[in-house]
């Protein structure tokens, strides 16, 4: 992961003249170049996505999407979760270019090109803009943290690993055996 012109504050209006092909977030102004995933990453992200979406579809909640999709949290806040779900209620927040809001579960999948963001900037950003549950996979360690908000920042709601079946507060009823997604 690259920082472009470190030096220069960027706006998502700025965001939108870039023409390249290159995929990029907004962090704090900054415009991040994110690296394509490894193989690993995009298998367990479809493997959580297709699992939480066949929930959700199942009792009608919401919608499920994935990266890259711009979710703008303000004008120099614009990250790209790897999974992304929206609650029914929410649904208006979907618009044909963006998400214009946070989302209500956001799920990242850890890189080495991205952890530090997901676990420190991309946390901040979520936190801070009303994110009510926030997950961490680290396909390394086979691990997926599930995180919620509490008066000043995340508190670890529970972590789980390859023998666990992780459970959501935010979706009751789900669960995700995850000896299926880390095998």
């Not at 965001?15 to 995009?42: F, M, S």
């Not at 711009?70 to 927040?93: A, G, M, N, W, Y």
């Not at 008066?151 to 690993?161: C, G, I, P």
Request: without cysteine; aromatic residues 8%; negative net charge.
């Amino acid at each position: 992961m690259r920082t472009e012109n470190a030096d220069r504050l960027y706006t998502y209006e700025d965001y939108l003249k870039i023409d390249d092909d290159n995929q990029y977030e907004l962090i704090g102004g900054k415009l991040i170049l994110v690296p394509a995933p490894r193989t690993i990453h995009q298998e367990i992200t479809l493997a959580i996505a297709s699992i939480i979406r066949d929930f959700v579809r199942r009792n009608n909640l919401g919608k499920v999407l994935i990266a890259p999709t711009d979710v703008l949290l303000s004008e120099t806040e614009k990250p790209q979760p790897d999974i992304l779900f929206i609650s029914k209620e929410r649904l208006d927040i979907i618009t044909e270019m963006n998400v214009q809001g946070a989302p209500d579960l956001v799920v990242e999948v850890l890189s080495p090109s991205t952890g530090k963001y997901d676990k420190v900037e991309k946390s901040k950003i979520y936190y801070k803009h009303g994110v009510k549950e926030y997950w961490i996979v680290d396909p390394d360690h086979k691990i997926i943290e599930v995180f919620i908000p509490a008066e000043k920042n995340w508190n670890l709601f529970q972590s789980y690993d390859d023998e666990d079946t992780l459970t959501s507060p935010l979706l009751t009823g789900l669960e995700i055996q995850l000896r299926d997604i880390f095998s």
